[in-house]
């Protein structure tokens, strides 16, 4: 009983909007959400799919200025899928792995709409400096609002894509924004970078952290590490793609151990690792 009430206000809690119409369009979804859920429809599982769902049914929240209390902080999404991930990321992905403290360099290649560099660019501080890569435009454009939202000035966004070499290399449009990615070959192109080049490039002094988020491509983008990992020895935050054995292999090549790993697709197709030098 106690654990379905904190359910049911989690659900009530985890969002409003910046002004009252939205709040009301967003209390209205909910109340008819519940009604058909009472009704025995329940929606499909991870991102957001049914027509029905709260968060586009009867009102559309794209281009809503709303606020999410696991982040915590505003957003603005083009799409549900933005919606279930600005809300719920805590919920897919341990983001209590990635603690990146004040004064440190953070790179976040695979930045989609914004969670992992708010957090970053406020831990950090004044101090501290984020860079983002995020190819995608209209993810790219999310972003940028979501920073502008959350008053956070120290993050810096790069339309690139992380691979092995600087140049371009193909792109793949996913069924969500999402799951856009890069490959060696795909029908539309995107501009690359490697992230030794990366460092060059903007004369980093350091990098504490690199948080790999890129749909099957951290093979690639470790390739094009090596020299970063041997001098800086960031903490590595990477979410696998049934890469699991090659980029375990590559890590321990560059004398990284793994501190944490947690698969949601055993037995290791899909997951996150923690990977830093002893």
């Not at 209390?27 to 519940?34: D, P, R, V």
């Not at 929606?43 to 200025?65: I, N, Y």
Request: overall charge neutral; aromatic content about 10%.
């Amino acid at each position: 009983m106690r654990e379905g009430l904190g359910k049911f206000l989690r659900f009530v809690l985890e969002t409003h909007g910046q002004t009252m119409a939205t709040t009301v369009k967003i209390a209205c979804n909910k109340i008819i959400y519940l009604i058909y859920r009472t009704a025995g429809r329940r929606s499909s599982t991870g991102l957001v799919h049914e027509e029905w769902h709260w968060a586009k049914h009867p009102f559309s929240l794209r281009q809503r200025v709303l606020w999410s209390s696991t982040l915590p902080g505003w957003f603005m999404p083009e799409d549900e899928s933005a919606i279930e991930c600005m809300l719920h990321m805590p919920a897919y992905e341990p983001v209590s792995w990635v603690d990146p403290k004040e004064g440190e360099y953070f790179l976040d290649a695979g930045g989609y709409v914004g969670w992992y560099s708010i957090q970053a660019g406020r831990a950090v501080g004044n101090s501290g400096r984020v860079v983002t890569l995020e190819p995608d435009a209209t993810n790219r454009m999310q972003l940028e609002r979501n920073l502008a939202l959350n008053k956070l000035k120290n993050v810096q966004i790069l339309p690139l894509a992380i691979w092995s070499r600087s140049g371009t290399v193909g792109w793949l449009q996913g069924k969500e924004p999402v799951w856009h990615k890069v490959g060696a070959e795909g029908e539309l192109t995107q501009e690359s970078t490697s992230i030794d080049a990366l460092v060059d490039t903007l004369r980093l002094s350091r990098l504490d952290w690199i948080k790999l988020d890129i749909e099957g491509g951290e093979v690639e983008a470790l390739r094009g590490a090596s020299r970063t990992l041997r001098v800086y020895h960031p903490k590595l935050f990477i979410e696998i793609h049934e890469t699991s054995k090659s980029v375990a292999g590559m890590l321990l090549e560059a004398g990284y151990s793994v501190a944490r790993e947690h698969y949601d697709q055993p037995p290791d197709r899909h997951g996150w690792i923690l990977a830093q030098m002893p």
